[in-house]
């Protein structure tokens, strides 16, 4: 069954949506910047998902709605 985010209520799992990976029952999004808030290696992963626009400055993801308007939004490696 498809699930949603425990905390932010985004689909899980959605194609297109890197930070809808399934973490556990809460999505990449939330789980993502709160490790990055304790520190540690999440840390360096944010960072370049903030890079990439995937995320606000602070770390806050962006909505899906953002990745369903932008199918294509993966960095250019
Ligand atoms: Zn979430």
Known sequence: MTGRCGLCKRILSVEGDPLSADAGG???GCI???EADHGG???QNISKEIEWGWRERDGT???QSFFQKHPKY????
Do not use: A, H, L
């Open 26 to 28: 809460d999505c990449w």
């Open 32 to 34: 993502g910047q709160i």
């Open 61 to 63: 993801p962006k909505p």
């Open 74 to 77: 993966w960095p250019t490696e």
């Open 41 to 43: 290696d999440p840390q």
